[in-house]
Structures are given as C-alpha cells and as structure tokens.
C-alpha cells in the first residue's frame, strides 16, 4: 500500500482518501459526554475514538492515542480486546514503540518522523502531535480526507469536582492541571484549525471551552 504507515500487524489503516467525501466522528474524552447516548453512533462507521472512548463505542474504526501509559493500563483489559477496529499508536519515541508491541502485538505503529510541529500530509510521513492525542486524530481524519469531521468530547475546561474526563478510570496521578488544559486548547486553536480549513469541522460541545470551530449540539448532529 503507497503512503502507509510502518504496519507491524494483520490489521492495517485504511486507504489514505478512504472516507473523501464522507463524514466521520472523532471521540475525545470530556465530561461533556459524561450523559451521551453512545447508541446514536452506532449506525456510523467512520469513527475515530482516542484513549478510552474505545470502551463506549467498541465498533469505531480507529482507536488512536499517542500515551504509552494508556496503551500499558489498558491493553490488559478485555474489553481491548473485543474492540472491533484497527489499534494505532503514534509512537513518539523509538523506545515507546517497543513497549507498545510487547503489550499489543498487533498495534499498528506510526512512528514520529519530525521534531517539529508540523501537519501531515500522508502517514509516511508520521503524523502531527500534541500532549493531547486529539490533534493527531485530527491528522489521521485530514489524511482519510473527510468531507466533514465531528468532534465529541471537545472540552477543555473543568467542570464541576474538577473532572476533565467523562469517565473515572484513569489514576490520580494522570490528572490534568488548568495549564494543561490551556495548552490542549491552544493546540486546537491555533495549530489544527489553521490545518483543517479545507475540512468542515464541527465541535458538538456548546459549552466547549474551544471556540475556533461551530458548535453544534448532538441533537443537531443526530437528527
């Protein structure tokens, strides 16, 4: 396959420009998805889940994080396994990608080919990143080339107790501090908005605390 990334399983990406002209839903994780009916997704198939939304929507076609922690906590639990989609991790170090594959055989690793920030054109040539794994997902749909990309879970601002995800499985010492959370925000901003002008992109989060894309409820997106 031209333009692939470095596969290392049975299971392979998609076609770069496999969904042109499509839609597809990229789910992140905050708690303005905490109430979400994970059954209006069903019908969809062009999906993009990042971290642990996989374990609401085990049907996506993507799972991508850039967090080895995650990969190492939650490659153990079974429903990783039942997960129906491909599994790929943007390795940002060489040292990564091994761990990574000891946990997960069958992860399809991308592994990072620029110390710069930069936007992918092609997954050969690695992809952009973040210390939120949102924006790569983001390079991913660009590459898959989408008409239109919705994103759940698009917060980045703290709600009440503090929570900046709509689950409670990740340890204490994961927590997000409001720098961070600046930071996530920046990134989507002013590094993937810039990016993905030629993209429609909607931010089904009213409340989120991103403003650089329309807002639209999920009512409106599910109608």
């Known amino acids: 396959m031209e333009n692939s990334p470095k596969v290392k399983s049975l299971r392979t990406l998609p076609n770069e420009g496999a969904w042109n002209g499509q839609r597809c839903f990229v789910v992140l994780g905050g708690p303005s998805l905490r109430s979400f009916d994970w059954s209006l997704l069903q019908p969809f198939s062009n999906i993009i889940v ?7 929507c ?3 076609a993507i799972f991508f994080t850039e967090d080895i922690r995650f990969i190492e906590k939650f490659s153990k639990e079974s429903d990783w396994k039942t ?11 060489p040292v990564y990608t091994k761990q990574a594959l000891e946990c997960d055989p069958e992860l399809i690793i991308i592994e990072r080919k620029s110390n710069d920030k930069f936007w992918s054109k092609s997954f050969s040539q690695g992809l952009s990143y973040s ?8 390079n991913v749909a660009d590459i898959l080339e989408a008409r239109a990309i919705y994103i ?7 709600v009440a107790n503090n929570t ?8 204490e010492n ?6 961070q959370l600046e930071s996530f925000g920046s990134d989507f901003t002013y590094w993937a908005a810039p990016n993905l002008k030629h993209r429609l992109v909607y931010n089904c989060n009213p409340d989120s605390g991103v403003n650089c894309w329309p807002k639209v409820s999920h009512l409106e997106v599910f109608k």
């Open 174 to 179: 994961w927590s997000v501090n409001g720098h």
């Open 83 to 93: 997960f129906q989609g491909v599994k790929v991790f943007h390795s940002l170090d």
């Open 164 to 171: 900046v995800n709509y689950h409670s499985d990740y340890p």
């Open 50 to 56: 990042v971290n642990r939304a996989y374990r609401d």
């Open 58 to 60: 085990q049907h996506a």
């Open 131 to 138: 210390s939120n794994s949102g924006i790569g997902a983001l």
């Open 152 to 158: 759940l879970g698009l917060d980045c601002k703290r």
